[in-house]
C-alpha cells in the first residue's frame, strides 16, 4: 500500500527531478530502494499492465508536472498555439512563435510514436534499482560528452534578427515585455528541421529508468548550437506534450481496481509533484542563466556508481 508520507515524498521527488537533468524515474526507483522496508515493497513486480502499480503512479504524476510547465510558461504556449493554428490556416512559419509550434511537434513525433510502444517494456525491463543505477552513471557521462561537444561558434543576435526580420505580432501590438520574450526566444526558432528531428529523438532516451528527458534533450539542444538558457527552456517546453501524454496513458490503470485505498495518496503525491516542477522550473530558468551542466553530470556519475556498489 502506498501511503501519505511516501506519496508525499516520491511526489516531491519526481517534481524536482523531471526538470533537473538526474532522471524523475530512475530516483523514484532508487530513493525506494535505498530507504528499504516498505518502500522497496513498493518497486516490486506485481499485476499491472507496467510491471508494478508503483511506476504507473510515477508515471502518471507527469500529469502534474505537466500542468505546473504549462502553467509557468502560459503566455508562451498561448503564443505557440495561436502560431500552430496560423500555420495550418496560412502556411506560414514567419514568427519566432510559428516556428517554435512546428519544431516542438516534429520533436515530438518519435517520443509519439515510440513511447507507446516501448515505454511499459522497458520499464518492466530496466525498473531495477541495479538497472537504474547504470543508466544514472551513463546519464551523466551523456552530460558530460554533452558539455565536451558544445559548439562554441553559435550565431549572434543579429544573425537571428536578420533571419527573423520579417516577424510579425500575433495579435496586433506587443507589449515591451512580450516583444523582449519574442526577441529572447529567436535563437530557439533558429534551429532547423533536422535539429529538431535530432533533439526529438534525444528525448527518447529518457525511455530508459535513469536516463534523464531534461538531460538528453538539453544536451541536444547544445549539440546544434543553442546557449545553456536557450537549451533549458526548449527542453521544458519539449517536454511538456510528451509527459503529459505519458502521464494520460496511464490514467486508465490508475482509476482499475489495483489502486483501490491508495487515490488519495496518488492525489496528494501529484499536488507536490506539481508544486515541486513549479519551484524546480523557476530555479532552473535563472540557474542556466550563468551556470552548465557539468554539477549535475558529476552528481549523476557518482550516485549511480554508489546505486551499482550498493545493489549488485
Not at 15 to 43: M, N, R, Y
Request: a positive charge; one cysteine or more.
Amino acid at each position: 500500500m502506498l501511503t501519505y508520507f511516501q506519496a508525499t515524498v516520491i511526489g516531491a521527488v519526481q517534481g524536482v527531478t523531471e526538470l533537473f537533468p538526474i532522471s524523475s524515474l530512475g530516483h523514484s526507483v532508487l530513493v525506494a530502494a535505498w530507504l528499504g522496508g516498505d518502500w522497496q515493497k513498493l518497486v516490486r513486480p506485481g499485476e499491472s499492465a507496467t510491471g508494478t502499480p508503483y511506476l504507473a503512479f510515477v508515471v502518471a504524476l507527469h500529469v502534474a508536472t505537466a500542468v505546473a510547465l504549462i502553467g509557468y510558461y502560459w503566455r508562451d504556449w498561448c503564443a505557440i498555439v495561436a502560431g500552430f493554428i496560423t500555420t495550418l490556416r496560412t502556411g506560414r512559419r514567419d514568427t519566432v512563435a510559428q516556428r517554435l509550434a512546428l519544431l516542438i511537434v516534429i520533436a515530438t513525433i518519435p517520443v509519439g510514436v515510440l513511447g507507446p510502444l516501448l515505454e511499459h517494456p522497458l520499464h518492466a525491463l530496466f525498473a531495477a534499482p541495479l538497472c537504474a543505477g547504470v543508466f544514472l552513471m551513463l546519464n551523466g557521462v551523456v552530460l558530460i560528452v554533452g558539455e565536451g561537444l558544445r559548439r562554441r561558434n553559435e550565431p549572434s543576435l543579429a544573425e537571428y534578427g536578420r533571419r527573423f526580420a520579417r516577424q510579425e505580432a500575433l495579435t496586433g501590438v506587443l507589449t515591451a515585455e512580450a516583444q523582449t520574450r519574442r526577441q529572447s526566444d529567436r535563437p530557439l526558432a533558429a534551429l532547423g528541421i533536422r535539429d529538431a528531428v535530432g533533439i526529438g529523438f534525444a528525448q527518447v532516451g529518457a525511455l530508459l529508468t535513469g536516463f534523464s528527458r531534461a538531460g538528453l534533450t538539453m544536451v541536444g539542444g547544445l549539440w546544434r548550437g543553442l546557449e545553456y538558457k536557450h537549451a533549458a527552456k526548449f527542453a521544458f517546453l519539449l517536454a511538456t506534450p510528451a509527459i503529459l501524454g505519458a502521464g494520460i496513458l496511464e490514467i486508465p490503470e490508475l482509476i482499475g481496481p489495483e489502486t483501490d485505498g491508495i487515490r488519495g495518496p496518488v492525489l496528494v503525491g501529484a499536488i507536490v509533484s506539481g508544486l515541486s516542477s513549479w519551484l524546480a522550473v523557476r530555479f532552473l530558468e535563472r540557474y542556466f542563466q550563468t551556470r552548465t551542466l557539468l554539477p549535475f553530470a558529476v552528481y549523476c556519475v557518482a550516485a549511480g556508481v554508489l546505486s551499482i556498489v550498493r545493489f549488485s
